[in-house]
């Protein structure tokens, strides 16, 4: 009883934890909102209304107030050593800095720490190795992190697929390529699902018919002609039109052929 | 051990690898354009032409019979035969193996190739499939006849070709029987006439002593029914073309007409007029037993059988206006099933069993079109000033009937031609005839 008890709880949360469609929340769908498409020229040639006119005046006044009162960028003049010096003329340069601090409540003698800034402008060649290196670790951690953005961008792609918009263009060029053989009959069951193998170029490497056994069954004439139009259609549109990225994502690709809603006119 | 493998499993329970799910996309749209297709012309030895030419009068009678495949794709609709003047391969080298390349850039995404040889007095022609953007053959025959069949070699083939690519039979082999018409309208000489479906061949079967009427094809032979006004009594006839004997059907008492043949071939259904008022009857013409099929004071006619024999289409005036009625062939359960505005007629079952296609009048114009059989998704095909009879193909896809139109600006004169629709409407076509034709009815194929 325990033991059935103790399994049967197991069993649940292995459920909970692994099934991720239990975990998943309802997409919030955002409302819709209307936009008019209007063209847009260069410059507009409508009037400005005359109150309009003198608060957009006012304002370039403000903002050119703004510019000629800015004070010019400080020009931080870098102390180019003659020569490199030594440990100690380092740190009696270090401490001049310091002194140069607002109200320093404590200079210490011995220098614990120093700005980014600092540590540039003290050039030690025997360092570049290591700001080299420190470089490669910024941008791996650059590189990483935008990583993570893609990833987390596919997870979100995972759900749904491709974008309605990617879906469309792709879509919109079957549709070019597909001559649907018009003597079929309208009112059978006739779907065609085909399994698409793709480069990252959209050009085809395999195509599998999943319903393959169908195609030499007697009496399955039409499911035939449709597979094999529906082949062609897919050999003629190659390179697909698939999405630049998330290559993973749409690698496999099942394309669903169903010529009832054209056929019934 | 059993607890290792317990604890592999539930490792990959917690946690699963991470899988994108396949992504479907449904196609539910295509274009309708014709499929492109290249129709090489089928090569053949120089005896072979030397031969054929003395023979048949043809100098290239594989070119002659790939000009008959493409005239009757053109006529179909749904294929392009493409310009012979752009292709690249030449044809006894594309019989063997065509480069696909050269086809693909010209577009075409089938190809038929064919080899034409004459020996011992026998034509023998084979032919080739090619899908272009499979790269691959999609089916190969071979034919042997006597030269002069020539012409229905390339029809058989067309037929062969047009069902490995659309799925359905073809009708390319077929005949249509016809009423050809001469002379002016208050005088017109009507003859019985038969030609192949492309207008080739035609043979006059009565001399046009009598007016004859509404012929019709027997679905399994080679005899047809029609009405003859023989000594100026309306009669259906029988008439055996291989033989050319013909009988009056039945001996009724008054006027029958508007015959057609049952499913099976073996009884005739047709209107018997007596005293005012018409009804639609049956004959078997193997122990000649007439059965009256509808009893009803109104002008019932134009009966036309389903497919399976089990159904009948018919139109009359019980309701007050002509409309279409169905029954079961025993003439039980009547039930009307044209409901539009105007008058319907000429019903006819479709070979699919799916459509019935009708002529209708409404506001002073003609027009063809097709409902299902309960009445229902009517559609009008094409409208004109006066055009009636529509007679299905044998696959049930394109439909066959007669227009008469006026001959000059001025309203005046007057001619009857023959002409096809299929069922998108779209592809409306006139059927040359030698002479003005009217009363089409298409055979069933000749080569099943």
Redesign the interface.
Known sequence: MIISSGFHFLLIMIATLSLPFLAKKPIDLPPLVSVELIQITDKTNIPFAPKAKKIIEKVKKEEEKLVSEQAPPKKVKKEKPEAIPLPNENNEKIKKLEEKKQNPEKIDDEVKQVSEFEKKEIFDPNNIAALIDKSKEQLAETNMQTDKITQSQDQNMDISGLTLSEEDALKAQIFGCWSIPLGLPYNENLLVRIKLKLKPDGSVVKTEILDHARMNKPGQGFYKVLAESALRAVQLCQPLRVPTTGYERWKDLQLNFDAREMLEG | MKYKNILII?FF????NKS????????????????PIAISPLSSDSSTKNELSKSLNVQDVGLEISKVIENNFRQS??FNPLDKDSFLQKPDIAHLKPRFEDWSLIKA?ALITGKVTYSEDKLRVEFRLW?I??AKEMMALAFTTVPKNWRRVGHIISDKV???????KGYFDTRIIFVSEKGPKTQRIKKLAIMDQDGFNTKYLTLGNELVLTPRFNPTNQMVTYLSYFRNLPRVYLLDIETGIQEVVGDFPGMTFAPRFSPNGKKIIMSFAMDGNSDIYTMDLENRIVERITNHPSIDTSPSYSPDGKFITFNSDRSGYQQIYIMKSDGSNVKRISFGKGLYGTPVWSP?G?LIAFTKLHRGKFYIGVMRTDGKGE?LLTENYYQEAPSWSP?G?VLIFYRETKTDSKGEGFSAKLWSI?L?GYNERLVETETDASDPSWSSLLSN
Do not use: H, K, S
Not at chain 2, 13 to 16: C, G, M, S, V
Not at chain 2, 163 to 168: D, F, Y
């Open positions: 539930l329970f917690i946690f699963p994108f799910g396949l992504i479907e996309v449904d196609i539910t749209r295509g274009n309708l354009n014709p499929l609709g749904l995404q899908d953007l499979a047009y069902e490995r690519l659309t799925g359905e699919r799916d559609r696959n896809r299929d998108t």
